[in-house]
Nanobody, 123 residues
Framework: QVQLVESGGGSVQTGGSLRLSCAVS????????MGWFRQAPGKEREGVAS??????RRYEESVQGRFTISQDNAQKVYLQMDSLKPEDSGMYYC??????????????????WGQGTQVTVSS
């Protein structure tokens, strides 16, 4: 059973930074994808970044160059968020897709989700 627990959310001003963490347990160390998603009130959930077992990374276009996803031996996944904008606000979720040879930034691809951590960016 894969379990995911996010932390690190908070409130910052425009241009600030936050580092989200996702503690992972129960994930096999082979062929997996980890992803970060976000959902703002009244909007659909969107993929932000993903990372594969071999560190192949994907980013949503609006965060390219500002966000960095990284991992620590499938036990922790991080999302470093710099140059934050108000439109980055929302609930951020960590997600896991075991036994995958490639990664997608689509919610249906992931079967395990954390409870989320709130990010608020004020102007």
């Amino acid at each position: 059973q894969v379990q995911l627990v996010e932390s690190g959310g908070g409130s910052v001003q425009t241009g600030g930074s936050l580092r989200l963490s996702c503690a992972v347990s129960g994930l096999s160390h082979s062929n997996y994808c980890m992803g970060w998603f976000r959902q703002a009130p009244g909007k659909e959930r969107e993929g932000v970044a993903s990372i594969s077992e071999n560190d192949y990374r994907r980013y949503e276009e609006s965060v390219q160059g500002r966000f960095t996803i990284s991992q620590d031996n499938a036990q922790k996944v991080y999302l470093q968020m710099d140059s934050l904008k108000p439109e980055d606000s929302g609930m951020y979720y960590c997600a896991a897709a075991p036994r995958r040879a490639y990664c997608l930034l689509k919610g249906f691809f992931y079967g395990n989700w954390g409870q989320g951590t709130q990010v608020t960016v004020s102007s």
